[in-house]
Nanobody, 116 residues
């Protein structure tokens, strides 16, 4: 069973940048899609960005033009480059891997805090 471990979260000032990483214990080739989701305090988990196995990306409107999702298959790692961060980006960020038979895999999350 593949495990996902996020890293790269932290405290940053508004306008700053962070790069999140999601390391998979096994091959990420097995996933049909991978993505990043986030959950702010008192809110539901929401999609941030997804990357399908064929390369198609999808972004939430709130992060378009600021965040970039990518993957390194050789390192079995998914990334989220976050630029021009805003206080409203503050949340726990979760890595997700989706397989059409086995379903969803989730990491435990990494905390991103953006100060104004």
């Amino acid at each position: 069973q593949v495990q996902l471990v996020e890293s790269g979260g932290g405290l940053v000032q508004a306008g700053g940048s962070l790069r999140l990483s999601c390391a998979a214990s096994g091959s990420i080739f097995s996933f049909d899609a991978m993505g990043w989701y986030r959950q702010a305090p008192g809110k539901q988990r929401e999609l941030v960005a997804t990357l399908a196995s064929g390369g198609r990306t999808n972004y939430a409107d709130s992060v378009k033009g600021r965040f970039t999702i990518s993957r390194d298959n050789a390192k079995n790692t998914l990334y989220l480059q976050m630029n021009s961060l805003k206080p409203e980006d503050t949340a726990v960020y979760y890595c997700n891997g989706y397989h059409w038979i086995r379903g969803n895999y989730w990491g435990d999350g990494t905390v991103v805090t953006v100060s104004s």
